[in-house]
């Protein structure tokens, strides 16, 4: 694999993001995937679309791997995150880390998905059977608040 | 010109993923914000800006030929 910070369409792969951080100085090698789930607030997803501000995101999981450079020396890390059309349980993103002792690798993983979720230019969409929203969106225009089978739960 | 990329639902309010506005009278972020309100009547409150690839604030200026992104909260992950 060509970089170890990627934003990509094709599916992602457990194995080459854990051989990206496998080395012998390696302790501990802790992966997330993060998977799409079936059910939000008893509401049913059909699937998720996640769309990316490609070269910005590759730039700022760059940044986040550097943020843990500085904060775990001894840390490598690996992240690819999908784009495009998500089925339930397919994978949307894989964090590798590894460190010499496994507390650093947890911890560093952890700290790689919440600044994902903080700083790095990537949104989903969810679709269900009645309607469709980006989240994120606060104002739900394009929900549709009566029609659906989850639609009275909040 | 002033490239403008819109994401996530930006794009259904501008109606499209990419704009190009006319540079003359803009100096910074605030005022694409403004000229965005006032010739699409769109609502971009507490949408983040990224001026080429780097997240900004209103002050950041902004010149002939750059890109600015507006940036819906993020919901990767």
């Known amino acids: ?154 | 010109m002033i490239n403008v990329l819109c994401f996530a639902h930006m794009k259904d309010i501008f109606g499209g993923e990419r704009l190009a506005i006319n540079s003359g009278g803009i100096a910074t972020v605030k005022d694409v914000l403004e000229h965005l309100k006032s010739a699409y009547d769109a609502d971009v409150s507490g949408i983040m800006t990224a001026v080429n690839e780097e997240f900004a604030e209103e002050s950041t200026p902004v010149s002939q030929g750059d890109t600015v992104a507006l940036i819906p909260p993020v919901s990767g992950g």
């Open chain 1, 1 to 154: 694999m060509e970089k170890r910070f990627f934003v990509t369409s094709e599916p992602l792969s457990v194995e080459e993001l854990a051989a990206e951080v496998t080395r012998p100085e390696a302790g501990a090698v802790v992966q997330f995937i993060g998977t799409v789930r079936e059910f939000t607030k008893g509401r049913r997803t059909v699937y998720l679309e996640y769309e990316a501000y490609h070269s910005m995101a590759e730039k700022q999981l760059e940044a986040i791997g550097r943020e843990v450079k500085e904060r775990w020396p001894d840390a490598e890390s690996a992240v690819g995150h999908r784009t495009g059309e998500l089925q339930i349980s397919d994978a949307a993103v894989i964090i590798a880390v590894s460190t010499p002792h496994r507390k650093d690798a947890y911890e560093a993983n952890e700290y790689i998905i919440e600044r994902i979720k903080q700083i790095v230019p990537i949104w989903k969409k969810e679709h269900w059977e009645d309607g469709e929203q980006w989240v994120g969106d606060q104002l739900e225009q394009t929900r549709y608040p009566d029609g659906a089978p989850g639609g009275g739960n909040k």
